[in-house]
């Protein structure tokens, strides 16, 4: 079976410094990895896809993440937080991409201090 | 607009009531999604539909809950009986091909 694991809840960065948003996945196949963002009262937005290709994936808004099959890890890494980056992360993974629904985690909260 | 679109955005309704959710995907898109969101959590699959065959149900959808897509463009989500519990944002997303799933804005339901 699939599943994300969020690490942090919550994280809180001062503006122009770097976010660090952690994802662990498990999955019995090789698995399709995404971050979406949600804004308050807005829908989700997709981020960044990884999809088997490069293991360092770009996104919109400065966004990257790396692909870790050793570690089972989908970091998502901005190297400097602006304010609207304030919002839901949601870490997303999906078994057998096409053919399984996606899986999220429970999400983690980013807050930017001015 | 060719995003995914849901209506109505808001419900309430009181506990026992019938309520029904419709989701416009997005036209090419041949793969439609039921998710719910409960506040402080993220998005629980439901239920999920390749042109109008529903093709996987979640264990979370009980009897009460019903989907249709009935010409594989349009899909309604029924609750019967509505719950306190069943408050939540439900979510309509849709995808096509090898891009990411798209998302609408949810309509959000609060059972009194």
């Known amino acids: 079976a699939q599943s994300v694991t969020q690490l942090d809840s919550h994280v809180s960065v001062s503006e122009g410094t770097p976010v660090l948003l952690r994802c662990n996945y498990s999955?019995?196949?090789?698995?399709?990895l995404f971050w979406y963002v949600q804004h308050p009262n807005k829908g989700l937005q997709l981020l960044l896809k990884y999809t088997s290709a490069a293991t360092l994936v770009k996104g919109i808004n400065g966004f990257e993440a790396e692909f870790k099959k050793s570690e089972t890890s989908f970091h998502l890494t901005k190297p400097s937080a602006h304010m609207s980056d304030a919002a839901e992360y949601f870490c997303v993974v999906s078994e057998i991409e096409g053919n399984t629904p996606l899986v999220f985690g429970k999400g983690t909260r980013l807050s930017v201090i001015a | 607009d060719t995003g995914v679109s849901q209506n109505p955005r808001h419900k309430i309704t009181k506990r026992g009531q019938n309520v029904t959710f419709r989701c416009d995907p997005i036209s090419e898109h041949n793969r439609l999604y039921w998710y719910r969101q409960t506040l402080g959590q993220g998005p629980e699959f439901l239920t999920y539909f390749q042109n109008e065959a529903q093709l996987e149900k979640s264990r979370l959808l009980s009897d009460r809950f019903s989907a249709e897509r009935p010409k594989g463009s349009f899909s309604t989500l029924e609750i019967q009986r509505t719950e306190q519990g069943d408050s939540a944002m439900y979510l309509c997303a849709s995808r096509s091909g090898t891009r990411g799933v798209d998302f609408g804005p949810g309509t959000r339901l609060l059972v009194l």
């Open positions: 999955s019995s196949y090789s698995p399709s």
